[in-house]
């Protein structure tokens, strides 16, 4: 019973309600209480089908006045409307209390009242209740929205490495190319022009200068090929390394992958990209 609705609290009592004057009417029998009863069924059918048809209680309450001028239980049917319009929020039925003024009967009264006041606390739960579920579904959303929102960060942040790196493998081959391959290249041409304006008879220094000046060449193909690779435009992370698996040299060499490469760090790929076997 602790799991149940406000609104369902609301439906038993009503059914409640309901058959206790059916009850009331098969004691007393009387024709006309027979007709009031089942106008009220219909009209609360009908407001159960057309909600915005609510303000309809106030019909209920004139027939059950109207129908006690012929039937004396009459008056005890505006307990079922009165419990509905204070369970609405319609606060102006309590006007109906303005009948006991006419004609007064304490257990009428003690009725009209008791069932005022359930429809009232019943209407002030279902408030609360619709409030509840109404912050929920709020709360609910916003966390979907930061969840949305942390998986947009956790992408960005992946983009973010990747283009840093890029930008720092730039920056590391400008700077080898701009500076330190400037000054090689520099060293190399003027050995160069130093070797053709040297003139010795010992065979010995002639090879091991050509020697060192081969190994300078060489120092100098590899710096620009570390500057050329470290550029911007050469394929980064999976395209680089199968790229590499299909022009090894050695032995051919198959490459599988599994699973999402996206999560990999940029500094996993540059050692993947870098070994050599």
Known sequence: MKNLKPETYFNLIKIIGFGLIFALWLQEGERMGFFLFWILVFTELLRHRFPKLRFTIIVDLILCITFSNVWEYAPYFMALPLFSALYYRFFWAALTFIYLFFDFN?????SLSLSALCGYILGIL?????????LCDKLTGRCY?????????AAALVQVERMTAIAERT????NIHDNAGHE???AFISLQTIRKMMDSSDAEILRLYDAALQRLINGVEKIRETAHNLQSVTRVGLESLLEKCRLFPGCPVD??????TSQVPMYAWKRLCFCRV
């Open 255 to 260: 490459c599988h992958v599994f699973g999402d």
């Open 184 to 186: 090689i290249v520099a």
């Open 171 to 174: 920056r590391i081959a400008r």
């Open 106 to 110: 304490p257990l009428l009264a003690v």
């Open 145 to 153: 929205e930061l969840e949305n929102l942390q998986n947009e960060l």
């Open 126 to 134: 279902a408030c609360e209740n619709k409030q509840k579920i109404e």
